[in-house]
């Protein structure tokens, strides 16, 4: 399955919340509620937000509603989610244009908040049938940003002197983020998504637009990271937070 065929599914798959998210116009102050407009984030971040690794979406339960706002309206301008190493920020780029005003992203953003962080696997089948969906991709993503590979294991002790040297200004001590430096909660979010954004800022495929207000600061921090082994032990660290 090509990456081309994931998102013409993912399109398919989202048509009628589409169709719904149609009839409040772009000028309202109403918008689709929070909770229904997640029928489409939950395609890819699963059913209350505990992710589908497969699709290389992550969790995004109980992330900062001020974050998912921002991050949202990103992917609609097109300033994150652009570049051609992003496949899955071109998935975000689909559902961009069901969210047809800022009453339905806050309204959307307000609902993942709520959400409980650690929700369970998605789930193949019904009742005794059930089995955990299979973390396999059902495409082919050629890319060194589909994977993430360090010479070692992280290494928790190394990754605490970077994380305090380098992460603990925006994000704080215990990692859970500081809205006005635009830092999110990185306890909810998965070593392998955090590894691959470390490489989006670093390598400047996330942050370079200068329209993002504070990608810029991440990607110089990013570039602090001397190497994968650095982002590595970082995660390794924040891993036990």
């Excluded at 149609?22 to 395609?43: K, L, N």
């Amino acid at each position: 399955m090509n990456n081309g065929f994931i998102l013409v599914l993912l399109a398919s798959a989202l048509s009628a919340t589409l169709a719904n998210a149609q009839m409040y116009p772009v000028d309202s102050d109403e918008g689709v509620p929070g909770e229904e407009m997640f029928q489409a984030c939950g395609f890819c971040h699963g059913n209350v937000g505990q992710g589908r690794p497969r699709l290389d979406a992550p969790p995004i339960a109980g992330l900062q509603a001020w974050y998912i706002e921002r991050q949202l309206n990103n992917f609609d301008a097109g300033i994150r989610g652009y570049h051609e190493e992003d496949l899955p920020g071109a998935q975000m780029d689909v559902i961009s244009s069901m969210l047809r005003n800022e009453a339905t992203i806050k309204n959307v953003a307000a609902f993942v908040e709520s959400l409980e962080p650690g929700g369970p696997p998605m789930m193949r089948g019904r009742g005794e049938n059930a089995q955990p969906e299979p973390l396999e991709r059902p495409f082919v993503w050629e890319s060194e940003y589909a994977s993430f590979e360090s010479p070692e294991p992280g290494d928790v002790a190394r990754g605490a002197k970077i994380y305090s040297g380098t992460c603990l200004a925006c994000h704080g001590a215990k990692a859970l983020g500081l809205e006005n430096l635009g830092a999110p909660n990185l306890t909810v979010l998965p070593v392998w998504y955090m590894a691959r954004q470390m490489e989006y800022f670093r390598d400047d495929i996330r942050g370079a637009d200068r329209r993002d207000v504070f990608g810029p600061q991440m990607a110089v921090f990013a570039k602090f990271l001397a190497d994968d082994q650095a982002i590595a032990d970082v995660l390794a660290y924040i891993d036990t937070l």
